[in-house]
């Protein structure tokens, strides 16, 4: 039987592809994580049967309860939430991508606790873009200062950079702030620093993920085209 969640989800795999085709990009290049929060394990699990090979969830707490349920299906979790530093224990235990970096020492906790469990945790660092105070992540200004750091930290894996932009669903609004995020990639990648590729670029939602595929999106975050509203 198709559900609503499977032809949602169908429908969306298209636009990516079409999108990464306009922008003269191969389709594999472009992820899908599909954004669970507030979502019932049972929906998280037909996600997966139609096809999801990626979840984000936004909560520890939350998270680990679906992960309880769900932790044998084949999927990748990632973690695209605020993240506390108590709670950087289970997010190292749980999750293969952490998107929300933005600070030293959030940083070293998720590296003190991968260090407990012999991992080498894969992070990216979460940029403020728009330099909105309600916004999380690390000024721009500031991303190089806290990548160096990153590279000496021995359980942290640098994969690239994430941003939330302003306006969401004016998708012409945000262009230019997913092109500073991949500007500020392209300059953090002059450094050249040592095991570090930056390959992705986590940008991009229902509202906008077109425009962000089209500004080199890597990791494209999405709940509501396939989940539905959420409550
Ligand atoms: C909720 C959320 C998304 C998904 O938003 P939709 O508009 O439902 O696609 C993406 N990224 C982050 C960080 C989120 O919190």
Redesign the pocket.
């Given at each position: 039987m198709m559900t609503a969640i499977s032809q949602n989800l169908t429908a969306i795999q298209t636009h990516i592809a079409e999108a990464a085709l306009t922008a003269g990009r191969a389709p594999d290049e472009v992820q899908l994580v599909a954004?669970s929060?507030t979502i019932a394990a049972e929906d998280i699990r037909r996600a997966i049967e139609s096809g999801v090979t990626v979840l984000?969830e936004?909560y520890i707490q939350e998270a680990r309860a679906k992960f309880e349920q769900l932790s044998t299906l084949p999927a990748a979790w990632h973690f695209?939430?605020h993240l506390q530093t108590n709670k950087a224990k289970y997010a190292v235990r749980q999750f293969d991508l952490i998107h929300t970096v933005d600070s030293s020492r959030v940083a070293k906790a998720i590296n003190r606790e991968a260090a407990k469990i012999d991992k080498i945790q894969q992070i990216l660092i979460q940029v403020n873009i728009s330099k909105e105070e309600t916004k999380a992540g690390i000024e721009t200004e500031k991303v190089a200062e806290l990548a160096e750091e990153i590279v000496h930290l021995d359980h942290l894996k640098l994969k690239g950079l994430m941003t939330?932009p302003p306006f969401?669903n004016a998708p012409e609004k945000v262009r230019p702030f997913f092109r500073r995020l991949r500007e500020t990639r392209d300059q953090l990648r002059q450094r050249n620093l040592p095991g570090v590729d930056l390959a992705e670029l986590s940008m991009g939602?229902?509202?906008d993920f077109e425009v962000a595929i089209a500004e080199g999106a890597t990791l494209v975050?999405?709940?509501?085209?396939i989940f539905g509203e959420?409550a």
């Open positions: 954004v929060k984000g936004n695209i939430g939330m969401f939602m229902t509202g975050r999405i709940g509501t085209a959420r």
